[in-house]
């Protein structure tokens, strides 16, 4: 027979919530909501500007050629049609720009038509390419080894009562993080 440990016997107690801890638990459940709800605004609002300048993009002149990661990449021309390719939105003008790159990748690149970005002055987002041609045949596709022309194309629509000239600012890469300046400063 198990004999039992010398001692009074042992009770477990439970603890009775008392009148100032009651109402509490609505409380933290709250918090808990608020806490997640502030921390998803930070990461959706606040971490990409500061990751941004942390692993910010490599600049590049007016001008100046990019040259890394096994490739070679220069602003060749920057071209706006005098007369839009389509009607612009109501109450918008439409500017068509067209950027001619002069691309050598030695490395396999996955970067496709959407990692391109035009920053134009007075615009809030970057606008994303609309269309490339690569070598002249439609489609963002340089070839590996080879040094292919690349024409990028923009639509960019503003108030039609804009009388501002319209000032191209740089064009952004994200595969890799690069930042061509468009416009000396």
């Not at 930070?42 to 490739?71: H, Q, W």
């Amino acid at each position: 027979m198990a004999q039992q440990p010398p001692g009074p016997p042992r009770r477990i107690v439970l603890e009775q919530p008392s009148p100032d801890r009651q109402g509490r638990t609505g409380c933290i459940a709250a918090g808990a909501i608020i806490g997640i709800l502030v921390g998803i605004m930070v990461g959706l609002y606040a971490l990409p500007p500061i990751l941004k300048s942390i692993y910010g993009e490599k600049k590049v002149a007016a001008g100046e050629t990019y040259e890394g990661d096994g490739r070679r990449i220069a602003v060749e021309a920057i071209g706006v049609r005098s007369e839009p390719l389509e009607a612009p939105s109501p109450g918008m003008q439409r500017h068509d720009v067209f950027i001619a790159l002069a691309i050598t990748s030695n490395k396999t690149w996955d970067a496709t038509l959407a990692d391109w970005t035009l920053e134009v002055r007075g615009i809030e987002n970057w606008l994303p390419a609309a269309s490339a041609s690569t070598d002249g045949q439609p489609g963002f596709d340089p070839p590996l080894g080879q040094a292919t022309r690349v024409e990028l194309h923009f639509i960019v629509e503003r108030p039609a009562a804009e009388t501002r000239p319209l000032e191209l600012e740089a064009l952004h890469l994200a595969n890799p993080r690069v930042r061509f300046a468009l416009a000396e400063p």
